[in-house]
Nanobody, 127 residues
Framework: QVQLVESGGGLVQAGGSLRLSCVAS????????MGWFRQAPGKEREFVAA????????NYADSVKGRVTISRDNTKNTVTLQMNSLKHEDTAVYYC????????????????????WGPGTQVTVSS
């Protein structure tokens, strides 16, 4: 089993930046494809970004493309989400997720494909 813990959330003004981190433990991190999702009040959890096991492939939701970068460090069991030019509509709880993948290049964008989730970190963007 994989344990995930997010950090880096907080309150920021519109136009600002935040860097979210997720540390994994319990299994070999490099065997897992990783993703970030978010859930705003009253809305369903939605895809934000994903990265393959190798880190070579990434994918972003249209709503964050160009403003967000996902990366990973397999030596530190960490996946990071750098968010710039934040907007009020980015306000949500952000979740890190992991899925065991046989492919080093595959990425996953569907919520139900992920097996493990962190508790989430709150991001609030004031307008």
């Amino acid at each position: 089993q994989v344990q995930l813990v997010e950090s880096g959330g907080g309150l920021v003004q519109a136009g600002g930046s935040l860097r979210l981190s997720c540390v994994a433990s319990g299994r070999t991190f490099s065997n897992y494809s990783m993703g970030w999702f978010r859930q705003a009040p009253g809305k369903e959890r939605e895809f934000v970004a994903a990265i393959s096991r190798s880190g070579d492939n990434t994918n972003y939701a249209d709503s964050v493309k160009g403003r967000v970068t996902i990366s990973r460090d397999n030596t530190k069991n960490t996946v990071t989400l750098q968010m710039n030019s934040l907007k009020h509509e980015d306000t949500a709880v952000y979740y890190c997720a992991a899925v065991l993948s046989s492919s080093a290049q595959r990425i996953y964008v569907l919520r139900y494909t992920y097996d493990y989730w962190g508790p989430g970190t709150q991001v609030t963007v004031s307008s």
